[in-house]
């Protein structure tokens, strides 16, 4: 079906005031402009509608955050009635409001314990953000100044403030801003399949892992506050660590007195299969990143989880925490987010996806891929998977320029009206948790074909 323009006017008229006036994330301004965006205009279910007509399978949940789909309507009454109540009020002033509070025993009914206590945010980036002030805060209270230190991993992402691009460990971020800001630092990814050599998944992951113990020793235990890492890297690759590593990083963190920080701005609230990432990984962090899935992207919200023992110190023996956010905790939001909760564990999406269509995704993507011989590796749990790009599968072996494959693969696919995402080697999935078998069927139809059509294209230009 066609899409209605909104107030009819043309794609080019909204191209043209969009470059006129916009500067688009992660991309060449200038070159977008000369090319014109997609003008989106409608969504429903796992579909999108631009504004000449064409529709989309999205199979990357918007921005990996609509994990109930487009259009739920018990989303969108959620939010006019909290309008018609309490359109907003804050968190200051001593003050507090029903949604939150209601969000807030929800939320920890499905964390269970040891979490107690969170900081609302509008975001991942300013979960994140809120994350280093807190981690340094805890340990000033503790009677541990010096254990400034947070660690990150190369390639890992926590957002685009100057915090929390500092945390992540992406270079071509850090060169544009004079990054990272002191006293943060980067190890190892466990991307067995780029750095793995000779080692299996398993000592590679360890190994990978034991990277982080260097680095405490090399700085000093006394220095180190915390690590914080994605359960898996999803802006970098949706790469899944070996099994062990987390087991390892865990008992590391816990022998050296380091905080374990989560990052499941992307892995949280169903994407695995697990209500969160950590879960499905096997360990059990201190501190926990949310957004995204917490709305499934109708609003913006996120949150900055606390273990008990930090919840209840900063409560206990900090005083004033001087940290606010004008919209923390915003009625609005909180009330989707009950929502959206509702649709999720009334439907049962965690468990299906699990149970269901995620094993269906997995099993589609490895009877597609697994002999192709562009691809190298598949990965992923869930509603979540990559497909990696390598010129000789046995030995690994990479393409130079597998960066632009990825994006030939990525851009055909999106002409050919399935929406996925490409990062460096690899092209990625991660489809709304509502996606039907019939649609996980297209989707991956569309992903071979595109796949296939750059094999085409390098074949044609050997």
């Excluded at 070159?31 to 205009?41: D, S, T, Y």
């Excluded at 590679?204 to 680095?215: C, I, N």
């Excluded at 956010?325 to 965690?350: F, I, K, M, R, W």
């Excluded at 297209?442 to 050997?462: H, P, S």
Aim: glycine share 12%; with cysteine.
């Amino acid at each position: 079906m066609n899409a209605p323009t909104p107030g009819h006017r043309t794609t080019r008229d909204f191209q043209r005031s969009d470059a006129a006036h916009h500067i688009h994330a992660f991309v060449d301004q200038k070159a977008l402009n000369a090319e014109g965006p997609r003008v989106m205009v409608r969504g429903e279910g796992s579909y999108l509608w631009d504004s000449d007509g064409n529709r989309y399978i999205d199979g990357m949940s918007g921005l990996w955050c609509t994990n109930v789909g487009y259009g739920r309507p018990e989303l969108v009454e959620a939010a006019s009635r909290q309008m018609k109540e309490l359109s907003y009020y804050n968190m200051f002033f001593h003050t507090t409001h029903p949604s939150v509070i209601e969000l807030s025993e929800r939320l920890f009914g499905l964390l269970g314990e040891p979490f107690s206590h969170v900081v609302y945010t509008n975001s991942g980036s300013e979960s994140n953000e809120v994350l280093i002030r807190t981690v340094r805060r805890f340990w000033d209270i503790m009677g541990k100044p010096t254990k400034k230190v947070l660690i990150g991993r190369v390639n890992g992402y926590h957002g685009s403030t100057v915090g929390s691009a500092s945390l992540g460990g992406m270079s071509f971020m850090h060169e544009m801003g004079d990054l990272p800001i002191p006293n943060i630092t980067h190890v190892d990814e466990p991307y067995w399949f780029a750095n793995g050599g000779d080692l299996t998944p398993e000592e590679f992951g360890l190994k990978a892992a034991r990277s982080l113990e260097r680095k405490i020793l090399e700085l000093g235990a006394e220095n180190v506050g915390a690590f914080v890492a994605e359960p898996f890297q999803g802006a970098g690759g949706m790469i899944f660590p070996p099994p062990g590593y987390w087991q390892e990083i865990e008992r590391i963190c816990r022998q050296y007195d380091v905080l374990l920080c989560a990052d499941e701005v992307i892995g949280g609230f169903g994407r695995t299969g697990e209500w969160f990432a950590h879960r499905y990984f096997g360990f059990t962090p201190d501190l926990v990143c949310v957004a995204k899935g917490l709305t499934s992207g109708y609003v913006p919200m996120g949150g900055l989880i606390m273990n008990r023992r930090i919840g209840e110190t900063l409560v206990e023996k900090g005083g004033v925490f001087a940290h606010g956010l004008t919209y923390s905790g915003h009625p609005v939001a909180a009330a989707v987010a009950l929502a959206n909760l509702d649709v999720l564990q009334g439907e049962q999406l965690v468990e299906r996806t699990k149970a269901d269509t995620g094993p269906y995704l997995q099993k589609l993507l490895r009877e597609a891929f697994a002999d192709h011989p562009l691809i190298g590796e598949i990965q992923g749990a869930g509603a979540v998977a990559a497909i990696q790009f390598a010129r000789n599968k046995t030995t690994r072996e990479r393409y130079e320029n597998e960066a632009d494959l990825t994006w030939h693969s990525r851009s055909v696919a999106f002409d050919a009206g399935a929406i996925v995402r490409s990062t460096n080697g690899r092209l990625i999935v991660a489809p709304p948790l509502v996606m039907t078998h019939g649609q996980i069927d297209e989707l991956v139809d569309k992903m071979r074909k595109a796949v296939d059509a750059t094999a085409a294209m390098i074949a044609q230009n050997n």
